[in-house]
């Protein structure tokens, strides 16, 4: 009951100016979450897997390490993942974040001022080995500045060529509204939030209001978080473990597939640390569900 379809025909998303494909990859467990770091050949691997199964678009951050010294570890992966692939690169797009502060002893902060920004994507620049970030996000809000400081911030990156589109991470519908101010309809490229099954409360009004604005909303831990989350989905949902047998895919699968019908603005970026798992992610854009397995799901967020 699945397609069949080759990723080349794979209905593409856009984020402003940038086409991605339907879903996206976290690279943040291959640095941090559970356990150790990724091994760079399972790294490498991992992330050529999401390449070749079609998937376009990776999202990073600068915190994304496994300790506090060495921030930028995760930016390098993707940079390395994109140096020995074989595939054509042209049309990979890279989204990072900056604005979290990690310090000595795993001491954790915000800090959304002009300067840290900058001095943050100009490190992310050199992590990733490029002149400008196809999408940057500011990670998270600073409460000691003015929202719309952050966001003039980010503007002028992008005026500088530093950025090509702007992007917010963990903001409410006030927040986006700022953006949209400072920006004007259509400055705003994408709102990452975290959505999922499990975690909905905060975020449908933002995947609604991104809809309505022409924004991209990327789902972050689309799955339930790498703290087994995830992997047990099927089992805290029934109904999300019956409409996977039936389609006789994995219940991952099934959510992903839910998300991608909520909106042509959806793009979740399930996050993955072995080949397999991203593989299988990435067969979510090829899965039809039928109307009443749609409603059936989104009776879950009702």
Sequence with gaps: MTTTTAPENFATRRIGSLTVSPIGMGVMPLSQGRGDAAPQEQARATVHAALDAGITFLDTADIY???????????KIVADALDTWD???SGIVVATKGGIT????ETWGRDGSAAYLRS???KSLKNLGTDA???YYWHRPD????YAEGIETLASFKQEGLIKEIGISNANVEEIDVA???LGEGGLAAVQNQFSPTFFQTSRDELKHCGEHGIAFVPWSPLGGTGGGASGVGERFPQIARIAKAHDVS????????QLGLGDHVIPIPGASRPESIADSARAMTLELTGEEFQELCAIIA
């Design 251 to 258: 219940p991952q699968q099934v959510v992903l597939a839910w």
């Design 102 to 105: 990690r310090g000595e002893g």
């Design 133 to 135: 970030v196809d999408l």
């Design 65 to 75: 390490a496994p300790s506090w010294d060495t921030m930028g570890h995760n930016e």
């Design 143 to 146: 409460r000691s500045i003015r």
């Design 180 to 182: 949209i101010d400072v």
């Design 87 to 89: 595939g054509d690169r």
């Design 120 to 122: 943050a994507l100009e």
